[in-house]
């Protein structure tokens, strides 16, 4: 090689050799150690990756009242939609109950007249057992005894439909009540018929079996009284005038008294249902009606 071929390859720049440097392909990439193919891929790919820029506009204070006002209205208006929606769900769940509890109460007002007037008619039946046994013709009228005596065990208690008053508690469906008038009404009405029951528990007496044995004839007295569809026909006047087996005045005398005592407790019953139920009932059909229209 020449002097002048040397010298010309020692002066070459940098840019020449570049410019001089053979292209890269398939078989100089094969050729090449696995350690200059990596470094020539990375130097690549290098070259095509930007840095971003990391340089924001900052946001004035206006932009960002702005945003938190866009927040603080769907906030605000997610919160009141939801509250009309559980507000209607909730109107819509008290009136189911509205109406199958005025339902319940017109089934009580039903009730609540028969058995008025059981007690009425039970009662005028005891005032005439009671004149009997106190007038001095007692085998003369021994048939109208047997007759009366059976009235003694004929008797209903105002007991009131209950099913709806009874969910609304267990599932706590109350809530859907706002309207505390309404609320302790209810309340109220039902906590007298409860108050009503206890007190007729109370004074209802065991009947005398033992004492009724001494003065009555089994037969008749199983023969005046018997189940029927209509409790007003449930007693039957005796056959014949059964005579009473004695006239002993001191058994006579305990009868009488045991006739007294079922006498008041049924007129208590009867005081207590016009007083505590009667007014009650009405009043809670009546704000029903007003309040979700239900017939």
């Known amino acids: 090689m020449s002097e002048d071929q040397n010298v010309s390859e020692n002066e070459m720049t940098p840019l020449d050799e570049v410019e001089n440097r053979p292209a890269l392909n398939e078989e100089n990439i094969a050729s090449l150690h696995p ?12 070259e095509v990756h930007h840095h971003p820029d990391l340089h924001h506009n900052r946001k004035n204070f206006r932009e960002y009242f702005l945003e938190f006002i866009m927040i603080f209205l769907a906030v605000t208006m997610g919160f009141i939609a939801e509250n009309i929606r559980e507000n209607i769900t ?3 769940k008290a009136k189911e109950y509205a109406h199958s509890l005025y339902d319940d ?3 009580d007002t039903s009730w609540f007249n ?4 059981i007690k009425t008619w039970r009662g005028l039946k005891f005032d005439s057992l009671i004149s ?3 007038s001095g013709d007692i085998q003369k009228n ?3 005894i047997y007759y009366y005596n059976s009235f003694l065990t004929v008797n209903l208690p105002f007991k009131p439909n209950d099913a709806t008053i009874q969910q609304l508690r267990n599932s706590g469906g109350l809530r859907y009540i706002k309207d505390p008038k309404l609320y302790n009404i209810i309340t109220t009405y039902y906590n007298d018929c409860n108050f009503v029951l206890e007190r007729e528990k109370e004074n209802t007496l065991q009947f005398p079996i033992d004492l009724s044995s001494k003065l009555f004839r ?3 007295v199983i023969a005046s009284s018997g189940i029927t569809r209509d409790i007003l026909n449930s007693v039957f006047m005796p056959d014949g005038n059964p005579q009473l087996l004695t006239l002993d005045k001191q058994l006579l005398n305990e009868y009488l008294l045991y006739v007294g005592a079922e006498r008041k407790a049924n007129d208590l019953s ?3 249902l016009e007083t505590r139920i009667k007014d009650g009932l009405k009043n809670v059909m009546a704000t029903l009606q007003k309040e979700y229209n239900v017939q």
Request: a negative charge.
């Open 132 to 134: 009997i046994l106190e």
């Open 114 to 117: 028969l058995i008025i007037n």
């Open 218 to 220: 089994s037969d008749v």
């Open 270 to 272: 009867i005081y207590l």
């Open 90 to 92: 909730d109107h819509a």
């Open 105 to 107: 109460l017109k089934k």
């Open 142 to 144: 021994s048939k109208l």
């Open 35 to 46: 350690e200059t193919v990596n470094s020539l891929t990375e130097n690549e790919n290098m």
